[in-house]
C-alpha cells in the first residue's frame, strides 16, 4: 500500500498561519506632533497676491542682484489699516521684500521691459531699514500693471490719510488756542473789579485817617 504524506497540508496550514491578522499593532518609531506654523502675517489681508521674481539694486556692484522668486502681497493690518508690501521665495520662505507703503512712494515701469517695474523702499527684510531700490518682474504685461496700480492706489490712500490727519491736527491745535484766548478774555474784567474795590478801600482809609483829631 502507497504511503500517503502530509507534507503539502502542512505547508497549506503554514502557509494559512502567516496570512492570519494576529491583532498586533506596532507602534511608529518616531511620532510627529503637530506643530503651528506662524509667518506674521496672521492680523492682515491680502489685497494683492502676484507670482514674480525681485531683485535689489548693489550700489557697490552697480549692478542688480536677484533677491529671490515667489510671491508678492500687500498685506492691511485689520487694525490700523496700514498696508504693507511683503515677498517670500517660494521655496524657503524666505522674506525678500518688507517694508510699508507710505505717501511720496513711487513706482514706475523698468525701462525697456514692460513686464518689470521700479521702486525706492526703506526695507526690513534683512531686520533692519536700508534703502533699497526694488525691481520686480512678471509673468505677463496684465500682472504687472496690477501691481503698478495697486500700489499707486496705496500711496495715495496714504497721502490722503496723512492730509486728513494734519488737518485734524491742526484744528484740534486751532480749538485749543481759541480757547486759551476767551479764558484770557475772561479773567481781564476781574483783574479790574479788584482793582477799583482796591482803590475804593484806600480812599476810605484817607477819609478815616483825616477825621481823626490831631492831638
Not at 521702486?119 to 531700490?133: M, Q
Not at 500693471?145 to 485734524?168: G, H, I, L, N, R
Not at 486759551?180 to 479788584?194: F, G, I, L, M, R
Request: some cysteine; glycine content about 6%.
Amino acid at each position: 500500500m502507497a504511503s500517503i504524506s502530509n507534507e503539502p497540508e502542512r505547508e497549506e496550514e503554514s502557509g494559512a498561519n502567516e496570512d492570519e491578522d494576529t491583532g498586533a499593532q506596532v507602534a511608529p518609531i518616531i511620532k510627529l506632533e503637530e506643530v503651528a506654523v506662524t509667518t506674521g502675517e496672521e492680523n492682515e489681508d491680502a489685497i494683492l497676491d502676484l507670482k514674480s521674481k525681485l531683485y535689489r539694486f548693489d550700489k557697490d556692484g552697480s549692478q542688480w542682484k536677484e533677491r529671490g522668486a515667489g510671491t508678492v502681497k500687500f498685506l492691511k493690518h485689520k487694525e490700523s489699516g496700514k498696508i504693507r508690501l511683503v515677498m517670500r521665495q517660494s521655496k524657503t520662505l524666505k522674506i525678500c521684500a518688507n517694508h510699508l507703503v507710505t505717501s511720496g512712494m513711487s513706482v514706475q515701469e523698468h525701462a525697456g521691459n514692460d513686464k518689470s517695474c521700479v521702486w525706492h523702499a526703506r526695507d526690513f527684510s534683512d531686520g533692519e531699514l536700508k534703502d533699497e531700490l526694488f525691481c520686480i518682474r512678471f509673468a505677463s504685461v496684465e500682472n504687472c500693471k496690477a501691481f503698478m496700480q495697486k500700489f499707486k492706489e496705496v500711496a495715495d490712500s496714504e497721502e490722503e490719510s496723512k492730509e486728513a490727519s494734519d488737518t485734524a491736527g491742526l484744528l484740534e491745535k486751532l480749538t485749543v488756542e481759541e480757547k486759551d484766548t476767551e479764558e484770557k478774555k475772561e479773567e481781564k474784567p476781574v483783574e479790574k473789579v479788584a482793582s477799583a474795590e482796591e482803590a475804593e478801600k484806600a480812599v476810605e482809609e484817607k477819609k478815616t485817617e483825616e477825621s481823626v483829631p490831631s492831638a
